[in-house]
């Protein structure tokens, strides 16, 4: 053969129409294989698909890259993605709908399309990665419900129907009350299980803040025994709440306001002359007589008081340590009471009524008006007598002052002493309570201060 005949061929129809036959017959095995290929210059616009009606445009339309618009017959509309994926190293044809149109737009479709594309080139099936991500999400849910049903808030609200016919109503709405306000919003949807001593420390910090001390330490024990509750039924493994009794702050000593010795003759002047109402000027006279917190006063009923035995027992629920507390009532004492007497509506009824509604007491802000308004406001308060009464009764050496303590209902911190029934100072607060009487009421016929000593019986 001659150097140039493989250049003879050329002039050969065949040789020139094979190449083109096996490029032809290729593009359509491509096709046939890979579908997306076939669309993927045909790009679709909202306005093409907004166009699309029954029954001449039923079935897929692509948009190229596997992602196709399928309208059925029923009317519904939405997004599949077709490809394919090696599975036991064959390859397998698949259809992931992506979305219904027109909530999923063409934007938003190929913005699914690229997402679903990435996690095929990474190596996983689209579909059984949403099948997998659906059973997940389904046991997140199903265990954030059982997680809900042991919130910290559910399992209080079983604590407190378990015992709340062991309370009275009182303290049962303060429970609710103070846990609502304080705890509730801060660790009421959290597993109890999952709540720590920082979650609860941080609560009582927030209410030590704002100065609510008593109310503080309030809420971490109620707080306590509901963990404790929790750790018994099996819905927590510990009490968080537990040995924190130490973080609790102190309360600063706050020294309320008292009227200083020398002003007591010109403030019976004072009382004498405001143009109060009479029961709020002897509310406030009896208050100073017997020494008591003004609260204890403004509930006092008539059947708390014995006329014959001159004694006044007050209910541990109206006293601040929860102890009964009883009152001797001095000659003084007793004329307020038996002029109160006269004009009291019922003999079971408050003993200082409410000036517009005899039914309720007389509120304390009426009685602290009444002392502003006779020039004390900033210079003393109402509780302020109660610091007076034990300074002019602890100079007296005559007195023994734990009856003054137990006079004034405090708190015993020498627990020797708290063993001793409050009876044994009954006679020496007597003794007192008739010192005290004759002594305010000589300085208020006087105008003039007198020897303490004078009066002692």
């Not at 040789?15 to 491509?30: A, E, H, T």
């Not at 309720?360 to 009426?366: E, R, V």
């Not at 002019?392 to 708190?411: G, P, Y």
């Amino acid at each position: 053969m001659p150097p140039y005949a493989p250049m003879a061929c050329l002039d050969n129809p065949l040789f020139l129409w094979v190449p083109l036959w096996v490029f032809l017959l290729n593009s359509v095995w491509d096709q046939t294989k890979y579908p997306q290929k076939r669309e993927i210059m045909r790009k679709l616009t909202e306005i093409t698909i907004k166009s699309f009606k029954i029954p001449e445009n039923i079935g897929r339309h692509s948009d190229g890259a596997g992602l196709f618009f399928e309208l059925l017959s029923s009317g519904r509309k939405r997004w599949i993605y077709r490809y394919r994926v090696k599975i036991d190293g064959k390859w397998s044809e698949r259809t992931l709908v992506l979305g219904t149109y027109p909530q999923m737009t063409l934007a938003k479709a190929r913005q699914e399309l690229a997402i679903q594309k990435s996690i095929l080139d990474a190596g996983e099936d689209p579909s059984t990665k949403r099948k997998e991500d659906k059973r997940l999400k389904e046991k997140a849910r199903d265990k954030a419900e059982r997680e809900k049903l042991d919130s910290f808030e559910n399992i209080a609200l079983e604590f407190w129907e378990q015992n709340k016919e062991n309370w009275s109503k009182n303290h049962f709405s303060h429970i609710k009350r103070s846990l609502g306000k304080d705890v509730f919003p801060v660790i009421g949807n959290i597993p109890i299980a999952k709540v720590t001593p920082q979650d609860i420390l941080g609560i009582i910090r927030t209410i030590e803040n704002r100065g609510s001390y008593e109310i503080a330490a309030k809420v971490l024990q109620r707080t306590r025994a509901v963990f404790a509750y929790a750790v018994r039924i099996g819905k927590a493994k510990s009490n968080p709440a537990n040995d924190m009794q130490g973080v609790l702050k102190k309360r600063p000593v706050i020294h309320r306001k008292a009227l200083p010795k020398i002003d007591l003759p010109d403030f019976f002047t004072r009382l004498s002359a405001s143009t109060d109402h009479s029961i709020t000027k002897a509310a406030l006279k009896f208050i100073v007589l017997t020494t008591v917190r003004q609260g204890e006063a403004r509930h006092a009923l008539w059947p708390e008081i014995d006329f014959t035995t001159r004694m006044w027992s007050i209910p541990a629920e109206r006293m601040k340590m929860k102890k009964p507390h009883i009152i001797y009532l001095s000659d003084q004492a007793l004329k307020i009471l038996e002029e109160m007497k006269k004009h009291a509506i019922s003999e079971e009824g408050l003993i200082f009524p409410g000036i517009k509604n005899p039914y309720k007491p007389l509120s304390d802000g009426t009685i602290l008006k009444s002392l502003n308004s006779m020039g004390y406001a900033g210079k003393a308060t109402v509780h302020g007598f109660r610091a007076l009464f034990s300074s002019i009764a602890n100079e007296i050496s005559c007195f023994d002052k734990d009856a003054i303590e137990r006079q004034l209902a405090h708190r015993e911190k020498n627990h020797v002493r708290a063993a001793y029934h409050r009876s044994e100072y009954l006679e020496e607060r007597k003794k007192i309570m008739i010192w005290w009487g004759a002594w305010l009421e000589a300085i208020e016929q006087r105008g003039a201060l007198v020897p303490e000593e004078d009066y002692i019986p």
